[in-house]
């Protein structure tokens, strides 16, 4: 069924004139504000700011995202940190009419969600930042409501007083506002955002103006972002209409339309079921689970928060190991670790105790193959390192449960268990299960002080760490780029067509660049590249940008790496000068200068260092010089 859902929701969009589009890889290309693709904006940012996207201002696809921040809180019906976002955009095309009128045909007729089970926040505004209410939005709403013979309030939402029988609520910024950064507190210059419209579907309408009774977040009065689980967020609506100047908001030229909606979510409401883990995305998981623990999904809930974690963290480590993200004990592949000796340790709570995530793995691998097919082609190295990890985690635990046995007391400090938790991989759940069984207590008050200490000092070192593709979108940066499009170029003249990009880090003071080849490159060769590049920034020579069929593109002999993470249509930027000789034909999605004198005023390009970066991969520093 979820396939089907999203077969029909790229279909329902490619009715209305959008592209589809393959998902883009976890590990996110040219963007450092992040490690992984979150959400199925950012591949999309570069065409907002004005990019000319290869096949068209209409596109629409599910794209594989990743959020480090929901891990602690897997074990509930709606979270994970692996899910698919079915995303459809606009880039300066249509707004929030033909948008709001699509969403409420979708969602009512072609999954036949029961109107009355819907509501909408809108954006309150904010007259300190002279950025007006969102009433555009709201009554577009409510006009659909009334073409189904619904009165729908508009509500400005407030705690005190409820819902007040309300089907469309004003929310502020901390709710309804998107920027990749937050609130518009938070925009940095320069960083585009703009007011949201979220659509909530409701599991339990009998219950009027209350939340889910028993529950520990019940209030005086339920709202659609209750905590009480009654109401599930099932899509977003972000209008990208402003960008934040010194002065304060301006409104952008090319005003964009970014929906998101997560398909487990869709597919739970459309299902009438808010319990995620319950849908046909996690059944061959899920059956295997049951076969090797004896215990069924849903007897009791300690086992049930169980059987959750180890699904979703198995499903996400099974598609970061297949974008090339392999566990380790940094960056990308520390998510990865953990994730995996999550999983052993609450799948040990369901008395699994031999290797077990490859056979939950390969569940994933079969349920996923049609929709994501790279899964089926790696599905031996998935499942290696599934492997590998949890015979290498079950060796650290042996240890770790010596490292505990060894605490005296009947209080196990925050220290302790910290030291549990980051040497030897114990997540704190499992310390007080240990402790428990002991007769012991643990500080888990100091704990989280511990905690939080240690990704204040994570979050303090990796502000100012950038480990690939663009530190940002500034003209230097840009130049760097586009020289190092003309850097390649010249390699590939040089030392032959065997030479590609194998990755690269561009700030504004440098351009660092990784490429195949087996030796260390000579000096002279070295001086020879750097010429053929600050001889194409002589000569004037304008860049363009053309559309081109990818099968097309490589038969031309256009030079591109990671050639499967683009669509069928590419884009390929051609450094041509005045007498029409070509410096440097790539296909590429970042931004790049206009002409070679945007490159020029920044001073001589200058090679100052050609090292060895790993096996069959060499290094390259430059920088700009003054002339």
């Not at 009791?300 to 198995?314: G, K, P, S």
């Not at 030897?424 to 511990?450: C, H, M, N, R, W």
Request: aromatic share 12%.
């Amino acid at each position: 069924m979820s396939d089907s859902l999203r077969e029909q929701y790229l279909r329902f969009f490619s009715r209305h004139g959008h592209a589809i589009v393959p998902s883009s890889p976890l590990r996110p290309e040219n963007d450092p504000t992040t490690l992984f693709t979150g959400s199925g904006m950012q591949p999309m940012l570069p065409y907002f700011l004005g990019e000319t996207h290869p096949l068209g201002k209409r596109i629409t696809d599910s794209q594989k995202s990743f959020r480090t921040q929901d891990i602690e809180e897997v074990g509930d019906n709606r979270h994970t940190t692996f899910f698919e976002m079915l995303g459809n955009w606009s880039f300066g095309d249509y707004f929030k009419h033909e948008q709001i009128a699509w969403m409420w045909e979708f969602l009512t007729q072609e999954l036949h969600i029961d109107p009355q089970r819907l509501f909408f926040t809108c954006f309150r505004g904010n007259k300190d930042l002279n950025i007006p209410r969102d009433t555009e939005s709201a009554e577009l709403w409510k006009k659909h409501f009334s073409e189904v013979g619904i009165d729908a309030k508009i509500i400005d939402f407030s705690e005190r007083d409820g819902m007040q029988g309300g089907k469309i609520f004003y929310y502020d910024e901390k709710k309804n506002w998107w920027s990749r950064v937050g609130a518009p507190a938070h925009m940095p210059v320069g960083e585009p955002g703009g007011p949201d419209t979220e659509m909530f579907f409701d599991f339990r309408p009998d219950l009027g103006e209350s939340c889910i009774p028993g529950t520990p977040f019940s209030g005086k009065f339920c709202h659609v972002n209750c905590d009480c689980g009654r109401f599930m967020e099932i899509g977003n609506n972000v209008f990208m209409q402003y960008r934040k100047t010194v002065e304060g908001f301006e409104e952008l030229a090319q005003k964009n339309v970014d929906f998101g909606g997560g398909l487990e979510r869709l597919m739970a409401a459309s299902l009438n079921n808010p319990d995620i883990f319950a849908t046909d995305l996690f059944e061959n998981a899920r059956k295997t689970l049951a076969l090797l623990s004896g215990k069924q999904y849903g007897e009791n809930e300690h086992e049930t928060y169980a059987y959750r974690v180890v699904l979703d963290h198995i499903r996400a480590a099974v598609f970061l190991i297949g974008d090339g993200i392999i566990p380790s004990n940094k960056d990308q592949g520390y998510f990865v670790r953990r994730l995996l000796r999550r999983a052993v340790r609450f799948g040990d709570t369901l008395g699994i105790e031999n290797n077990f995530t490859v056979q939950v793995g390969e569940a994933f691998i079969t349920t996923y193959a049609s929709a994501y097919p790279n899964l089926a082609l790696e599905s031996a190295s998935i499942v290696a390192e599934l492997l590998r990890e949890e015979v290498k985690f079950r060796k650290t635990l042996e240890v770790g449960l010596k490292e505990f046995q060894k605490l005296s007391g009947d209080i196990i400090s925050g220290t302790d268990a910290f030291i549990l938790f980051s040497s030897y991989g114990f997540p704190i759940e499992i310390t007080e299960e240990l402790a428990k069984e002991s007769g012991k207590s643990v500080d888990t008050a100091a704990f989280q002080e511990e905690l939080q200490h240690h990704q204040e000092l994570s979050r303090t070192a990796s502000a100012g760490k950038f480990k690939g593709g663009l530190a940002d979108q500034s003209e230097k940066v840009t130049a760097f780029h586009t020289a190092t499009h003309l850097m390649l170029a010249g390699l590939r003249q040089e030392l032959g067509k065997n030479v590609h990009q194998a990755g690269s880090n561009i700030t504004d003071e440098r351009t660092r660049f990784d490429f195949t080849f087996p030796e260390k490159v000579s000096r002279e060769i070295l001086d020879r590249v750097e010429a053929y590049v600050n001889k194409a920034i002589d000569s004037g020579a304008q860049v363009k940008s053309t559309i081109m069929e990818k099968d097309g593109a490589r038969v031309a002999g256009v030079e591109g790496s990671f050639w499967e993470k683009y669509p069928e249509k590419v884009t390929v930027y051609q450094v041509e000068g005045p007498d029409g000789m070509v410096y440097s034909q790539e296909l590429c999605g970042g931004p790049h200068v206009k002409t070679m004198a945007d490159i020029a005023r920044f001073g001589r390009f200058q090679i100052q260092k050609e090292e060895a970066c790993s096996a069959g991969v060499r290094r390259i520093k430059a920088v700009f010089t003054a002339s």
